[in-house]
């Protein structure tokens, strides 16, 4: 029998049909038909259909009556619904129902019907079984149903004669035909109670019809875990009070085995009523200023107190609290056994056990070798060291070895002016000359410290240097000067010092001295040099400064000037005796070509300018002789008719469009003699 919701269903009418404004029994009738016979307002539940009934098979005017039922599955025979005044036949009933089909899905619709119906969703038909027939028939169609809220509607009419209905539909749950997954559960929520630690996670009861139960995961630190199966929309478990994260996650899985994308993700952070491990691991490390603690750590985050004790049994004090896995003890005492242990302390106040027990002796001081220099004697290397104060050292110790040497080992070397300079509440200075070092050698050095007890200490820190060589090579003899058309050539004799890595040549224009000007740089291997200094006749001085690969020479040592050997030379005066006009409206550049044979001219371009003339100055006739007949219309020329080894000058005019030249413009190039 088909139950209804809200009301009794309308049955066809058995014997006399009663009054339109008769209610239906019961005390919860939803069929409402007011004495002017219009339609109340009916509204059913989601899920549920509403039926209404029409005197007509065209579905038209206003229903007679309006029910909610639960199912469609009516028998009415050969008369008419009873409850509401409608003809035997040629009447209609129209179902309609809405509801949430959460991810949706493959569906059957299926009817069974004597006359007509019509079924529809979201207004789109979807079976048509529009006819008067005289037996019952069926059909059953598949259906896609997109996910969400949508509208089935079932058009029913009794034409003549005896007349049934029913209509159902289902979720085809076949994992061969069902591929769609369930949505995620809505509504996802986590309770936690900190005094019992328990943890109610509960979340939406899903939409859809084919759903087969739920998942739960339960992800803690570094793992996730499917905890739980469930057909309802909770789950409780209680959690360890660690004070770690835990994160739920629920899916829903349909009949087929689908289930819906992992998108909950709720944390809970736990009461923290756990202490963390112990620390292990602890050392001890000395340097020169201190001792440091080491440990490793077995919780992040937290509070570290460090404790020492003359025995193991103690007592111990505490000497000092950290968040780090390290602490630097300042008044640890040298030569004399301590124990130490650590405790942690989480953020929530949970402290651990002591770690084990470490003995440690702090070792003789080590000294920080800070400095070391050749000394301004030049007598030896000075070294330059701290020593901690109130350290139980009685001497030092320097040590000596020579990096690729045959023996690089270290070796103890006799230090002489031992001294001690100023000093702080924690340092003193200490120094002293090692006279045996050699010149030009490096060396690498070390200071250690000796107790009461001859107890020597571990090597300071390494310190490189060399004994410089401060002797500057000798003088270069036989230095010439020789003026020529093409500049001054400079010549000189052999240096024999070993060492001589370059020669530095200086000029000055009238005077030796206060100040040289440096020329040039030339390898050690050369004695010979030009000044390609523009032959105009002034009289220059020059020098030639031998200097060796440690830097040294007689210039740059600052000794006697006068044991430098000088050569002074006037200059050939080649330059024109015609002096060039001033107002060119270019600039002229002259260069030997990389051959050594041509000279390159260059110039920019004089507005108007529809060619440039080039002229060479001609020492012989005393005059700039055109070197093109016609003139250039580029803005370079090359002369490959310059002589090599000497000095040339060249005017460059621009020409206008009346065959006028501008004034010109000049530049000299010296070519060197060629080979």
Same mark, same amino acid.
């Given at each position: 029998?088909?139950?209804? +919701?809200?009301?009794?269903?309308?049955?066809?009418?058995?014997?006399?049909?009663?009054?339109?404004?008769?209610?239906?029994?019961?005390?919860?009738?939803?069929?409402?038909?007011?004495? @002017?016979?219009?339609?109340?307002?009916?509204?059913?539940?989601?899920?549920?259909?509403?039926?209404?009934?029409?005197?007509?098979?065209?579905?038209?005017?206003?229903?007679?009556?309006?029910?909610?039922?639960? $199912?469609?599955?009516?028998?009415?025979?050969?008369?008419?619904?009873?409850?509401?005044?409608?003809? /035997?036949?040629?009447?209609?009933?129209?179902?309609?129902?809405?509801?949430?089909?959460?991810?949706?899905?493959?569906?059957?619709?299926?009817?069974?019907?004597?006359?007509?119906?019509?079924?529809?969703?979201?207004?789109? /038909?979807?079976?048509?079984?529009?006819?008067?027939?005289s037996s019952t028939r069926g059909k059953t169609v598949y259906v896609?149903?997109?996910?969400? +809220?949508?509208?089935?509607?079932?058009?029913?009419?009794?034409?003549? =004669?005896?007349?049934?209905?029913?209509?159902? *539909?289902?979720?085809?749950?076949?994992?061969?035909?069902?591929?769609?997954?369930?949505?995620?559960?809505?509504?996802?929520?986590?309770?936690?109670?900190?005094?019992?630690?328990?943890?109610?996670?509960?979340?939406?009861?899903?939409?859809?019809?084919?759903? &087969?139960?739920?998942?739960?995961?339960?992800?803690?630190?570094?793992?996730?875990?499917?905890?739980?199966?469930?057909?309802?929309?909770? *789950?409780?478990?209680?959690?360890?009070? +660690?004070?770690?994260?835990?994160?739920?996650?629920?899916?829903?899985?349909?009949?087929?085995?689908?289930?819906?994308?992992?998108?909950?993700?709720?944390?809970?952070?736990?009461?923290?009523?756990?202490?963390?491990?112990?620390?292990?691991?602890?050392?001890?490390?000395?340097?020169?200023?201190?001792?440091?603690?080491?440990?490793?750590?077995?919780? &992040?985050?937290?509070?570290?107190?460090?404790?020492?004790?003359?025995?193991?049994?103690?007592?111990?004090?505490?000497?000092?609290?950290?968040?780090?896995?390290?602490?630097?003890?300042?008044?640890?005492?040298?030569?004399?056994?301590?124990?130490?242990?650590?405790?942690?302390?989480?953020?929530?106040?949970?402290?651990?056990?002591?770690? =084990?027990?470490?003995?440690?002796?702090?070792?003789?001081?080590?000294?920080?070798?800070?400095?070391?220099?050749?000394?301004?004697?030049?007598? =030896?290397?000075?070294?330059?060291?701290?020593?901690? #104060?109130?350290?139980? +050292?009685?001497?030092? /110790?320097?040590?000596?070895?020579?990096?690729?040497?045959?023996?690089?080992?270290?070796?103890?070397?006799?230090?002489?002016?031992?001294?001690?300079?100023?000093?702080?509440?924690?340092?003193?200075?200490?120094?002293?000359?090692?006279?045996?070092?050699?010149?030009?050698?490096?060396?690498?050095?070390?200071?250690?410290?000796?107790?009461?007890?001859?107890?020597?200490?571990?090597? @300071?820190?390494?310190?490189?240097?060399?004994?410089?060589?401060?002797?500057?090579?000798?003088?270069?003899?036989?230095?010439?000067a020789k003026a020529t058309p093409y500049g001054v050539v400079l010549?000189?004799? %052999?240096?024999? $010092?070993?060492?001589?890595?370059?020669?530095?040549?200086?000029?000055? %224009?009238?005077?030796?001295?206060?100040?040289?000007?440096?020329?040039?740089?030339?390898?050690?291997?050369?004695?010979?040099?030009?000044?390609?200094? #523009?032959?105009?006749?002034?009289? #220059?001085?020059?020098?030639?400064?031998?200097?060796?690969?440690?830097?040294?020479?007689?210039?740059?040592?600052?000794?006697?000037?006068?044991?430098?050997?000088?050569?002074?030379?006037?200059?050939?005066? #080649?330059?024109?005796?015609?002096?060039?006009?001033?107002?060119?409206?270019?600039?002229?550049?002259?260069?030997?070509?990389?051959?050594?044979?041509?000279?390159?001219?260059?110039?920019? &371009?004089?507005?108007?300018?529809?060619?440039?003339?080039? *002229?060479?100055?001609?020492?012989?006739?005393?005059?700039?002789?055109?070197?093109? $007949?016609?003139?250039?219309?580029?803005?370079? *020329?090359?002369?490959?008719?310059?002589?090599?080894?000497?000095?040339?000058?060249?005017?460059v005019t621009a020409v206008h469009a009346d065959g006028t030249e @501008?004034?010109?413009?000049?530049?000299?190039?010296?070519?060197?003699? =060629?080979?």
């Open positions: 029998m088909n139950t209804s +919701t809200g009301s009794r269903p309308l049955r066809r009418r058995r014997a006399t049909v009663r009054a339109v404004g008769t209610a239906l029994s019961g005390a919860a009738a939803c069929l409402a038909l007011p004495a @002017s016979g219009a339609e109340a307002a009916t509204t059913c539940a989601a899920g549920v259909w509403k039926a209404s009934y029409y005197a007509n098979t065209t579905f038209a005017g206003t229903p007679k009556g309006t029910v909610c039922d639960s $199912a469609i599955s009516e028998s009415y025979g050969t008369g008419d619904p009873a409850g509401v005044t409608l003809p /035997r036949d040629n009447f209609g009933v129209r179902w309609s129902m809405t509801r949430d089909f959460g991810s949706g899905g493959p569906f059957t619709f299926s009817v069974a019907v004597q006359d007509a119906v019509r079924v529809y969703l979201d207004g789109t /038909r979807k079976i048509d079984l529009w006819s008067n027939v896609t149903v997109p996910k969400g +809220t949508h509208t089935i509607r079932v058009d029913f009419a009794a034409f003549t =004669g005896s007349a049934n209905v029913a209509f159902g *539909y289902a979720p085809r749950t076949s994992a061969t035909v069902d591929r769609t997954a369930p949505l995620a559960p809505s509504g996802a929520k986590v309770a936690y109670d900190k005094v019992t630690g328990k943890a109610t996670f509960t979340w939406s009861r899903n939409k859809e019809m084919d759903l &087969a139960g739920y998942k739960v995961y339960l992800r803690r630190p570094g793992t996730s875990t499917l905890v739980v199966r469930t057909t309802g929309t909770s *789950y409780s478990t209680t959690l360890p009070a +660690t004070g770690a994260v835990y994160r739920f996650g629920v899916d829903a899985v349909d009949i087929a085995g689908n289930t819906s994308s992992s998108v909950i993700d709720l944390p809970v952070t736990t009461a923290d009523r756990t202490a963390p491990q112990a620390p292990t691991g602890l050392t001890a490390a000395d340097s020169q200023w201190d001792v440091t603690l080491g440990w490793k750590a077995s919780e &992040a985050g937290s509070t570290f107190r460090l404790y020492r004790a003359e025995s193991a049994a103690g007592p111990y004090t505490l000497v000092g609290t950290t968040k780090a896995t390290t602490l630097a003890l300042t008044d640890v005492p040298y030569s004399t056994a301590r124990h130490y242990k650590v405790t942690a302390t989480d953020a929530a106040g949970n402290t651990s056990a002591a770690s =084990g027990v470490l003995l440690y002796t702090r070792p003789t001081a080590v000294p920080r070798l800070y400095h070391a220099q050749n000394n301004e004697a030049d007598t =030896g290397i000075a070294l330059y060291w701290e020593a901690r #104060l109130n350290a139980g +050292t009685t001497g030092y /110790r320097v040590h000596r070895s020579e990096p690729g040497s045959t023996d690089p080992s270290w070796h103890a070397v006799t230090c002489e002016d031992w001294g001690q300079g100023g000093s702080t509440p924690y340092v003193q200075v200490h120094y002293c000359t090692d006279r045996t070092a050699v010149a030009k050698t490096a060396y690498h050095y070390a200071v250690t410290s000796v107790d009461a007890q001859g107890r020597e200490s571990e090597r @300071s820190a390494p310190f490189a240097i060399a004994r410089v060589d401060r002797t500057p090579p000798p003088a270069v003899t036989g230095v010439t010549d000189w004799d %052999p240096n024999t $010092a070993p060492d001589i890595a370059k020669f530095v040549i200086r000029r000055e %224009p009238v005077e030796k001295l206060p100040c040289w000007c440096n020329l040039a740089e030339v390898d050690a291997g050369t004695t010979h040099f030009v000044d390609k200094e #523009l032959p105009d006749g002034e009289t #220059l001085t020059y020098s030639v400064d031998a200097v060796d690969t440690s830097g040294n020479s007689l210039y740059t040592l600052y000794l006697n000037p006068e044991s430098m050997t000088f050569a002074e030379v006037k200059e050939l005066d #080649l330059t024109p005796s015609v002096d060039t006009p001033e107002g060119a409206p270019l600039d002229l550049t002259a260069r030997a070509a990389d051959s050594g044979q041509a000279v390159e001219l260059g110039w920019g &371009a004089a507005g108007e300018a529809t060619g440039y003339r080039v *002229y060479r100055w001609n020492h012989d006739a005393g005059s700039y002789e055109q070197l093109t $007949a016609e003139p250039v219309t580029g803005l370079s *020329y090359t002369d490959t008719t310059a002589a090599t080894g000497t000095t040339h000058f060249y005017w @501008s004034a010109p413009g000049d530049a000299w190039a010296i070519l060197q003699p =060629g080979s």
